[in-house]
């Protein structure tokens, strides 16, 4: 069944409508799609890079995840202008926000949001929000897309919730070859396997910090696949 959507998904003249907006009390509006399968499904947010449109990153992230699930992209706290955002580093409030955005698209659509076993995927900065946030919430974080990880992101009890969530989380950490961060990333990928962690981890040839909008299907479709696998 998922063969032919993501053909038609794939290709590039495909148009992608705007994101529908879900207010998130005491926080920024959340930009979100709807699942192209019926049924509960789950929750994939997306927490954008710092400078990052919401808005426009969620529109790229509709074309690679809705065939899995609700695509959610919440609004970092601090207004960059121009449809810009950031999160501070503040992952404390980026949590706060991340809890707030599924319940607010619950509180919406009932029982068609997951409330566990989600995805959260984070961005540079927001690799940072997300690193912090999955670690501490692996009940609704259980699978992590983390672009651009970097093992400085983590500190304190994280080697022990490493350990305590073992069975509990999927991990796939993704960099380009080029980006600055590469290194971090891979010692990231040493202490996950250092605490017998599931997780990948590709380096991607050719690639900086960014992943091109053309080539966003090709690369994350299959991590996506994979972090939500039933095995």
Same mark, same amino acid.
């Given at each position: 069944?998922?063969?032919?959507?993501?053909?038609?998904?794939?290709?590039?003249?495909?148009?992608?409508?705007?994101?529908?907006?879900?207010?998130?009390?005491?926080?920024?509006?959340?930009?979100?799609?709807?699942?192209?399968?019926?049924?509960?499904?789950?929750?994939?947010?997306?927490?954008?890079?710092?400078?990052?449109?919401?808005?426009?990153?969620?529109?790229?992230?509709?074309?690679?995840?809705?065939?899995?699930?609700?695509?959610?992209?919440?609004?970092?706290?601090?207004?960059?202008? #121009?449809?810009?955002? %950031?999160?501070?580093? !503040?992952?404390?409030?980026? @949590?706060?926000?991340?809890? &707030?955005?599924?319940?607010?698209?619950?509180?919406?659509?009932?029982?068609?949001?997951?409330?566990?076993?989600?995805?959260?995927?984070?961005?540079?900065?927001?690799?940072?929000?997300?690193?912090?946030?999955?670690?501490?919430?692996?009940?609704?974080?259980?699978?992590?897309?983390?672009?651009?990880?970097?093992?400085?992101?983590?500190?304190?009890?994280?080697?022990?919730?490493?350990?305590?969530?073992?069975?509990?989380?999927?991990?796939?950490?993704?960099? #380009?070859?080029?980006? %600055?961060?590469?290194? !971090?990333?891979?010692?990231? @990928?040493?202490?996950?396997? &250092?605490?017998?962690?599931?997780?990948?981890?590709?380096?991607?040839?050719?690639?900086?910090?960014?992943?091109?909008?053309?080539?966003?299907?090709?690369?994350?479709?299959?991590?996506?696949?994979?972090?939500?696998?039933?095995?």
């Amino acid at each position: 069944m998922l063969a032919p959507m993501r053909q038609a998904w794939a290709k590039a003249a495909t148009p992608i409508p705007d994101p529908q907006r879900i207010e998130v009390p005491g926080y920024p509006d959340a930009f979100y799609y709807r699942p192209r399968v019926r049924g509960m499904r789950p929750v994939i947010m997306y927490l954008h890079g710092r400078g990052g449109n919401p808005m426009e990153e969620c529109r790229k992230w509709a074309k690679v995840a809705t065939q899995f699930g609700w695509v959610v992209c919440p609004q970092g706290p601090v207004d960059k202008g #121009g449809g810009a955002r %950031a999160w501070d580093n !503040n992952a404390i409030l980026g @949590g706060q926000i991340a809890d &707030a955005t599924v319940k607010a698209l619950r509180a919406k659509y009932k029982r068609r949001v997951q409330l566990h076993g989600n995805v959260l995927i984070g961005f540079s900065e927001g690799a940072f929000v997300a690193m912090q946030v999955a670690i501490h919430d692996t009940s609704t974080w259980s699978r992590w897309l983390i672009l651009a990880a970097n093992d400085q992101y983590w500190w304190g009890d994280a080697p022990q919730l490493l350990d305590d969530n073992r069975k509990k989380v999927r991990i796939y950490l993704f960099t #380009g070859e080029t980006d %600055a961060v590469v290194e !971090n990333t891979k010692r990231v @990928g040493d202490m996950l396997k &250092a605490h017998k962690m599931r997780y990948k981890m590709k380096i991607a040839t050719g690639m900086g910090h960014e992943v091109p909008t053309d080539r966003m299907v090709t690369n994350y479709r299959r991590p996506l696949s994979w972090l939500l696998a039933t095995k």
